[in-house]
């Protein structure tokens, strides 16, 4: 389950249960643990990863085809982008792109496809539930009685105390959360040789044992460019929410409207009220608001 020439930086979980050497008994072991099945290791699976589709530098999916089915797996450890449907929904086009002949859409007789299925396995740090479902037609403007389109994306908090059942069924993703938790805690701990010692732990309580003596160094490599890579995202994310923000309060102002005015109708669409209510209330335009 390997593939060639890699361009970009793996993350431990993709490296888990898509490129290293029992990638392939980890993802069954998990894929198991989803569907209640018992697919043995005589099983086909293909790896077809897209490259540098999710993120930019590190990629933290996993894509692979089995028992028919198209299986996305993705990891964050920040908070859940409630916009995975819609992300799935174009990386599953270049999928079916990628594993279909040119010629086939256009076959008068029915072209079979591989069912997707999308999942999403949560460790980070804010509260979330157990399991939750993110659907695409949430994100529609408006709702149809019948939605002509769908995409449903699981989400699994495999933080421990959350106690995700998937868990107690698959070993390799609960020692992998074992794994993320001990690193959060030694980098707080120690921030230069956190990740160091986190490996060194592990091993000693025999938390993913036999894979980090083959790949700590390697391990504290990926560990070194993810954790780089979500804290220039959260870095950027905050200034772009400051910038957005003082953009909008000026706009107001421009429009007549006291800074207090704009800053009330921030409050309330933070607290989650209607953005139509919030138009009324205040007489701002709800285009207005939304940009806030």
Do not use: W
């Not at 256009?106 to 079979?112: E, I, T």
């Not at 019948?146 to 105390?161: A, H, R, S, T």
């Not at 007549?256 to 335009?285: Q, R």
Request: hydrophobic letters at 35%; charged letters at 30%.
């Amino acid at each position: 389950m390997t593939t060639a020439n890699r361009k970009y930086k793996d993350s431990v979980f993709v490296d888990l249960f898509a490129e290293d050497e029992k990638a392939k008994e980890n993802f069954l072991s998990l894929y198991n643990a989803l569907h209640g099945t018992n697919l043995q290791m005589s099983c086909p699976v293909e790896n077809i990863r897209l490259d540098n589709v999710m993120y930019m530098n590190i990629i933290n999916d996993v894509s692979c085809l089995v028992d028919n089915k198209i299986i996305v797996l993705a990891e964050h450890q920040s908070t859940i982008n409630e916009n995975m449907p819609l992300r799935f929904l174009e990386y599953i086009a270049r999928l079916y792109e990628k594993l279909q002949a040119p010629t086939d859409r256009y076959l008068r007789k029915l072209s079979k496809i591989p069912t997707p299925e999308f999942y999403v396995f949560y460790n980070g740090k804010e509260d979330y539930p157990e399991t939750t479902v993110l659907k695409l037609s949430d994100a529609f403007i408006t709702k149809p009685e019948k939605v002509p389109l769908e995409l449903e994306v699981k989400v699994y908090n495999i933080n421990k105390d959350k106690g995700a059942e998937v868990l107690s069924r698959c070993k390799p993703l609960e020692e992998y959360s074992l794994f993320v938790e001990e690193v959060r805690k030694q980098t707080q701990l120690d921030p230069e040789n956190g990740f160091t010692n986190a490996v060194k732990i592990c091993i000693e309580k025999g938390i993913l044992k036999e894979y980090l003596q083959r790949k700590s160094r390697e391990v504290i490599n990926m560990l070194v460019a993810e954790y780089d890579y979500d804290t220039d995202i959260a870095v950027q994310r905050e200034e772009s929410l400051r910038i957005g923000i003082q953009q909008g309060i000026q706009q107001g102002i421009k429009r007549g409207f006291s800074d207090g005015v704009i800053k009330t109708a921030l409050a309330f669409k933070k607290m989650g009220i209607p953005i139509a209510k919030i138009a009324e209330g205040t007489g701002l335009t709800q285009a207005e608001i939304e940009k806030l």
